[in-house]
């Protein structure tokens, strides 16, 4: 409003690209020339002369090599495609670790039943190997061992079958399934690598799409599923396997028994935007409303 | 020297009877052609051998029948079932895959719910027994995972 048009000008000059050697036009005083190449390049360079077969360099023929020009296919085209490897390199792995060893460990007192077992107890077993670089995302508990199996323990795993369930609840412990995204796997693999970062905890995520049903499930004992369901859930258990279940109210170590992670939570004990600092002995808690908002949300 | 003497003595823990077989002209050659990529210096994989065939934890190979998607409107159920099922591969064959795929798809896999995962144990042994191939360590891997 009541600009001049040489102040209009100026203000659109102000906003236009400066010249430099990027957008510059080539001078015609001195016109870009052709370069001709030169030596083995010169004329078309080494067109007239053909390739070199293989033997004529000294190698051995490549894997699967068929040196038949006759042959319509080789033999491993004949085979019909099924893509076997589609995936692999990208879903999510939970390698094995069976209750027999769960139950060597115990023994040989690696493992410790008196207080809740999750994936950091597990990583510090020597017959036990995670690297969260190779996609693996938990640990699955499998069957070997299911009828030796005589420990009372709170354990928490991300996969785990219904025998295997069955034979923890038989002697009276108590079994969780439950996700934690590779951000926090890389953090419970390897606690005191994670807290010499400096880095806060970081905030546990939920389950993706292709696995939240496994985990709302109670008869997977789901970590987001109804505690109450997850009750009748293990009563019915019982009744399938034919054994009875113990009463977990009158039991000593009850407390221990009852304890659970937060579905946020990462430690026991600690909560998601705490900092450790393990060379002072100190926790540093964020002071922020919006970083309080974030991690507790 | 000192990998020679290990091998050997992993080779005598074996439980089941075994014939050591010595380092022979042929199996020296075979083990010899494994290509890397100048650039990157990864070990070459063949993407069409890749497609057809699937490595098995203890060292195995399978694969598809030859059409066994085709014609199926001719053939009775007995022979659409037979088609439809997946098959060894040959010991001979299974040593040149061995050098046509990287390392890294024959690493051991775990998944959840995986259908192939019956079939990766190949014995109710606590060892497997050594293959024949030098290539392969597969199942130095297997015996220190069932330990």
């Known amino acids: 409003m009541g600009f001049s048009v040489a102040e209009k000008a100026l203000h659109i000059l102000r906003y236009m690209p400066r010249v430099t050697a990027k957008n510059s036009l080539t001078s015609p005083i001195h016109p870009r020339r052709r370069i001709y190449p030169r030596g083995q390049y010169a004329r078309g360079g080494r067109l007239h002369y053909p390739n070199k077969h293989y033997t ?21 085209m004949k085979v019909p495609v099924t893509n076997y490897y589609k995936d692999v390199l990208h879903r999510r792995q939970y390698p094995h670790f069976s209750l027999y060893s769960i139950q060597l460990s115990i023994d040989l007192g690696n493992l410790d039943p008196n207080e809740p077992i999750d994936l950091t107890s597990i990583c510090r077993c020597s017959n036990f190997r995670l690297n969260p670089s190779d996609n693996h995302n938990g640990v699955q508990l499998t069957d070997p061992g299911l009828d030796l199996f005589s420990s009372q323990i709170n354990i928490e795993v991300q996969y785990a079958s219904e025998q295997v369930i069955a034979a923890i609840e038989r002697n009276g412990g108590v079994i969780t399934t439950a996700y934690y995204d590779i951000g926090s796997v890389i953090a419970l693999t390897d606690p005191k690598k994670f807290f010499a970062k400096g880095e806060p905890i970081p905030k546990r995520l939920l389950p993706p799409p292709d696995c939240i049903d496994y985990y709302i499930n109670p008869k997977n004992r789901g970590y987001l599923a109804d505690p109450e369901e997850i009750a009748k859930e293990r009563l019915k258990l019982a009744q399938k396997y034919g054994y009875t279940l113990p009463d977990l109210t009158k039991d000593p170590k009850f407390k221990m028994l009852s304890l659970r992670k937060d579905p946020r939570q990462v430690f026991f004990g600690l909560e998601p935007g705490w900092v450790v600092n393990l060379k002072d002995k100190e926790i540093l808690k964020p002071v922020d409303v919006a970083w309080k908002e974030f991690y507790n949300n | ?128 027994p050594p293959g024949r191939s030098r290539v392969s360590s597969s199942w130095v891997k297997t015996a220190q995972e069932n330990l």
């Open chain 2, 1 to 128: 020297m000192l990998r020679s003497i290990v091998k050997s003595l992993i080779f005598n823990q074996s439980v089941l009877p075994h014939t050591p077989v010595g380092p022979s002209a042929i199996s020296a050659l075979q083990t010899r052609n494994i290509y890397y990529d100048r650039n990157t210096s990864q070990p070459h994989t063949h993407p069409e051998a890749l497609k057809r065939y699937f490595r098995l934890r203890w060292g195995g190979w399978i694969r598809a029948r030859p059409g066994f998607k085709r014609h199926l409107w001719r053939k009775p159920f007995w022979l659409r079932w037979w088609a439809s099922q997946h098959i060894f591969v040959k010991k001979e064959e299974c040593e040149i895959l061995e050098r046509m795929i990287a390392p890294k798809y024959k690493k051991s896999r775990y998944f959840v719910d995986d259908i192939y995962e019956p079939y990766h144990k190949r014995t109710n042994f606590d060892t497997c």
């Open chain 1, 56 to 76: 004529q360099y000294q190698l051995f023929p490549p894997a699967g090599f068929v040196n038949d020009p006759k042959s319509s296919s080789l033999w491993f």
